[in-house]
C-alpha cells in the first residue's frame, strides 16, 4: 500500500491504537512492552489517569487562544518551572527543536543587548542532536542530517566530545555560549562528566559566556533528578526541555534567568500554538506527578535495578554487548554487532527499544515502571540476543567449508 505520508521514516509495518502504562496494542490486538517511550517522551506511560483527565477536562473547555492573550495555565506552570528551577523566566514551544531555536536566538540576542553583536558563535560537540531545523542541524554538526540543504548556517564551532583542553582554546571574542546534552542521546547515551560540566561553568563565568544546556531527552526526572545537570551541582544560563513534560503532548520550553533573557523583549519572538490551554493542562499535570521526592526516589531506586539486570545480561551475552551506559532511566547498550540486530530481534519478542549513535540501543521507558516490568523486560531482551546469536551462528562458515 502506497503512503501519501511524506517518506521521511524507516517505520515498522505495524500500528498501535491503544496503550496501558507501558504496554502498547496494536490495531490486530498484539500486545507489546514499550521500553522506547515514544523516544524517552511518555515520562508516565500510556492513558496515565492524570494526563487523561486534565487532557479531557481542558478539551471541553478551550483549546486555542493565541499567545495574544494571556493563559492562566501557562503562567502557573512557568511559575512552577521557575520555582523548582534556576530560571525566572520561560518561553512555550511545540518541540525540542523549537526550544534550541529560542535558546540559540536567546544567546546571541543577550551578546547584543549587551553591546556586542560580534559574540555570536556557540560551542557544541560532535555527537550532539539538537533538532531539525536548519539552526539546530547545524548545532548538532552531524554530515548525514546537513547534505542536500545547502550553505550550514553559520555560528557553531563543533569540538570533540569530553576534550577539555580544545574547549578552552576554542572560546574566542566571538564565542556567545556553550551548547551542550548534559546526557547524549541520539548520540549513544552519552553522559557528560560531573567534573566537565562544572569546568564549562566556571569556563563561562570566566570569559562571559551563557552556559546553555538541552535536556530535551535527559530531563524532567529522566535521570532521577528532575533535571539531569542537578546531578553535578550546577546550574545553566538557558535549558531547552521538551518530551517528557508533556507526557505525550505536543509541549517545549526554554527557561531562563532573566539576565540571559534581557534581549527577549515584545516582538523578538513568538509562536502561534506554543503554550496553548491544551499543552499547559499537560504540562502541569505532568509535574503534578514527576516533581516530587517520592517520584524522583522511585526512578533512582528503578534504575538502580534495571542496570543490575542489564549488567546481568551482558553477562550471559558478552559476545554481543560491550557496555552498559546511562544514567537513571536513561539507559543503552553499546553492542558488538550492529544494533539494528537486536532492536528488530526484541521486536520480535515484543519489546520496543531504540536505536541510537555509536551502535547503541537506547532504554528509555515510562519513568512509572516497577520491578516485574523490568523482569518482562529482561526475559524477552535475553531471548531476543539468543535470537542475535543463532543467526550469527548460522551465517558462520562451518568447519567443513
Known amino acids: 500500500m502506497t503512503s501519501a505520508i511524506l517518506p521521511t521514516y524507516a517505520r515498522t509495518d ?6 496501558d502504562g507501558a504496554w502498547l496494542t496494536t490495531t490486530d490486538g498484539e500486545r507489546y512492552l514499550d521500553f522506547g517511550g515514544g523516544i524517552a517522551v511518555s515520562c508516565l506511560g500510556h492513558s496515565h489517569p492524570r494526563l487523561v483527565k ?32 534556576f530560571a525566572d523566566l520561560t518561553f512555550f514551544t511545540n518541540s525540542g527543536a523549537e526550544a534550541l531555536e529560542c535558546s540559540i536566538k536567546m544567546a546571541r540576542k543577550y551578546h547584543s543587548a549587551n553591546g556586542h553583536p560580534e559574540r555570536y558563535r556557540i560551542i557544541t560537540f560532535q555527537g550532539a542532536f539538537h533538532g531539525r531545523t536548519l539552526a539546530t542541524i547545524a548545532a548538532g554538526g552531524n554530515q548525514k542530517y546537513l547534505d542536500g540543504f545547502g550553505p550550514e548556517m553559520p555560528g557553531f ?49 570566566a570569559h562571559g559566556l551563557l552556559l546553555i544546556l538541552d535536556e530535551v531527552q535527559c530531563g524532567v526526572g529522566r535521570s532521577g533528578k528532575l533535571f539531569a545537570h542537578e546531578w553535578a551541582g550546577i546550574t545553566p544560563d538557558i ?42 493542562a499537560c504540562g502541569n499535570a505532568v509535574l503534578d506527578e514527576v516533581a516530587t521526592p517520592e517520584f ?15 549488567a546481568e545480561l551482558k553477562d550471559r551475552h558478552g559476545g554481543l554487548i560491550e557496555e552498559i551506559r546511562g544514567t537513571g532511566l536513561m539507559l543503552g547498550l553499546k553492542m558488538l554487532v550492529p544494533n539494528t540486530e537486536l532492536v528488530n530481534a526484541a521486536r520480535a519478542e515484543h519489546l520496543l527499544t531504540v536505536g541510537a549513535g555509536d551502535n547503541v540501543v537506547r532504554l528509555v521507558p515510562p519513568l512509572t515502571i516497577g520491578d516485574s516490568e ?24 562451518s568447519a567443513a567449508e
Open 239 to 280: 535549558m531547552a526541555i521538551a518530551k517528557g513534560i508533556g507526557g505525550g503532548f505536543p509541549l517545549g520550553a526554554c527557561l531562563a534567568t532573566a539576565e540571559a533573557a534581557k534581549g527577549m523583549t515584545a516582538g523578538t519572538h513568538g509562536s502561534t500554538y506554543g503554550g496553548n490551554p491544551l499543552a499547559m
Open 14 to 19: 505495524f500500528a498501535f491504537e491503544r496503550g
Open 54 to 85: 486534565a487532557l479531557t477536562e481542558q478539551a471541553a473547555k478551550l483549546w486555542h487562544t493565541s499567545n495574544l492573550y494571556r493563559i492562566p495555565e501557562g503562567e502557573r506552570l512557568a511559575e512552577r518551572l521557575a520555582d523548582l528551577t
Open 374 to 397: 523490568i523482569t518482562e523486560m529482561f526475559e524477552r531482551l535475553d531471548r531476543a540476543c539468543a535470537r542475535v546469536e543463532a543467526s550469527q551462528a548460522a551465517a558462520r562458515p
Open 296 to 310: 524522583l526516589a522511585h526512578v533512582q531506586k528503578t534504575a538502580l535495578v534495571l542496570k543490575q539486570r542489564l
Open 157 to 205: 564551532d563543533h569540538i570533540a566530545f569530553g576534550d577539555s583542553d580544545l574547549l578552552k582554546a576554542t572560546i574566542g571574542p566571538e564565542t556567545a555560549a556553550i551548547l551542550i546534552e548534559p546526557i547524549q542521546g541520539e548520540g549513544g547515551i552519552r553522559p557528560v562528566p560531573h567534573q566537565a560540566l562544572r569546568e564549562m561553568r566556571a569556563l563561562c563565568d
